[in-house]
């Protein structure tokens, strides 16, 4: 595989590109965004490794949920807003109509 990393800016490229590219798997990472002028820093990182090179999309919150994909931003039981890792996995398998690809997050894989 290419060590090429190719930026996608959209969610809509990112499904287009996966659905066109079937790649075996998604991986995820529920990243700190330092960057923010907001208070929220969660982001989350869509990786798409395939043979041409890794396919790179960042979303960003928005209110209670992820600017582009709407995935939710729910709070956990002392209040901290985060992303569900099983949100994530149905969200990408439910866009991209089919149970496969494998859905994994970067941390645990």
Do not use: H
Not at 27 to 49: A, F, H, W
Request: net charge neutral; glycine share 4%; charged share 30%.
């Amino acid at each position: 595989m290419s060590e090429r990393y190719i930026r996608v800016k959209t969610w809509e490229e990112f499904k287009r590109l996966a659905i066109e590219l079937k790649p075996d798997a998604v991986v995820y990472s529920i990243d700190q965004n330092g960057m923010s002028k907001t208070k929220e820093l969660t982001c989350l990182r869509l990786i798409m490794p395939v043979s041409s090179g890794y396919y790179v999309y960042l979303d960003f919150p928005k209110d209670n949920a992820l600017r582009e994909t709407g995935i939710p931003i729910r709070e956990d039981r002392l209040g901290n807003r985060c992303l569900q890792d099983e949100d994530i996995r149905q969200f990408i398998k439910s866009a991209l109509g089919r149970e496969n690809p494998q859905v994994y997050s970067f941390w645990t894989t």
